[in-house]
């Protein structure tokens, strides 16, 4: 059974930093696409980035350049360093696996990222 379990969120200030973790179990970990989405309240959950096992990453557009997505395949971890934190960046994040059918499979739970102004 695949278990995703994301960390790393908190309150920030504007302009700050977080680097948010995923530690996958159960997973074929080193073979996935691996990605992380956010949910704004109110809105749909959104694609942030995805790494590939190859270690390509794809990001959308309103966030390049200030989140970086990273893997560990040693350790079964992926990352999203987040810099230049702005308050539009409010939401959970999660993180997901995308396992053999190459599209979002397995969730975590979340982790919440509340940047104030």
């Known amino acids: 059974q695949v278990q995703l379990v994301e960390s790393g969120g908190g309150l920030v200030q504007a302009g700050g930093s977080l680097r948010l973790s995923c530690a996958a179990s159960?997973?074929?970990?080193?073979?996935?696409?691996m990605a992380w989405y956010r949910q704004a309240p109110g809105k749909e959950r959104e694609l942030v980035a995805l790494i590939t096992s190859g270690g390509s990453t794809h990001y959308e557009d309103s966030i390049r350049g200030r989140f970086t997505i990273s893997r560990d395949n040693d350790k079964n971890m992926v990352y999203l360093q987040i810099n230049n934190l702005k308050p539009e960046d409010t939401a959970v994040y999660y993180c997901s696996d995308y396992g053999l059918a190459g599209r979002p499979e397995y969730w975590g739970q979340g982790t919440q990222v509340d940047v104030s102004s």
């Open positions: 159960g997973s074929i970990f080193s073979i996935n696409t």
